[in-house]
């Protein structure tokens, strides 16, 4: 009992005060308690904002909101490996635990990455279900089970930008579009409805880069919500190829 009492959990935080300073780490020490997770190291750095050292500093800032693994705003790098830091538990971590933003995004401040490219790669593909107006129009097209079961498995992306993250072929700054809007596209060319603008949606995967995935699979193996992007990314390939097929035969 008594060693419980005394535990504690040590951990290191990279601090940027602006995107254009220097990054810089300060480590930190909280009593442990059960049921730790990352997101909660924070709060406990907000709350007494102290170095190992004594040295008063700043709270770090990070983004969170669902704490359930839902949202994916809380995706940084943990010890390594990026991660959900919400899902991130405490007690399965080797100590220090090392905390540092997403290396493939600009850093706003500490943990805190502007994403903004990933939101726009889903205007670029037209990530959503056109519609002409909310009034009924009757029963919709039968989907079987297969495409049912294929399209939820896409639809559970959650925009978080560990796959961008951990892609060799993605960077913030270059022109490969990356598998998380990919997977968008394919998830609403899936759609009956969503068909409709099937073209546009391959022109821009063709526009920004669909053929410079090399295939690493790394982003299927840290997406926190099991997304099948190697399927994704091969169904874009198969409609790009069709999609460009046409175009030289003059098929609309």
Known sequence: MSDTKNKTVKFKIKRQITPDS??????????????????????????????????????????ANCLEEVCGSCTMIVNGKVRQACTALVDKLEQPITIEPMRKFPVVRDLKVDRQRMFESLKWVEGWIPIDNTAPIGKGPNISPEKQEFA????RCMTCGSCLESCPQWSADESFIGPQAIAQAVLFNTHPTGKAKESDRV?????????????AQNCAAVCPKEVDLVAAISEANWQATKHVTKKFFGVR
Request: hydrophobic share 30%; proline share 7%; glycine share 6%.
């Open 22 to 63: 220097e990054a810089y780490w300060e480590e930190f020490e909280v009593p442990w308690k059960p049921s730790l997770n990352i997101v909660t190291l924070l709060m406990a750095q907000h709350e007494n904002p102290t170095t190992t050292s004594g040295h008063k500093t700043t709270p770090a800032t990070y983004d």
């Open 152 to 155: 939820y498995n896409l639809s």
């Open 203 to 215: 022109e821009a995967l063709i526009n920004n880069g669909l053929n410079v995935c090399g295939n």
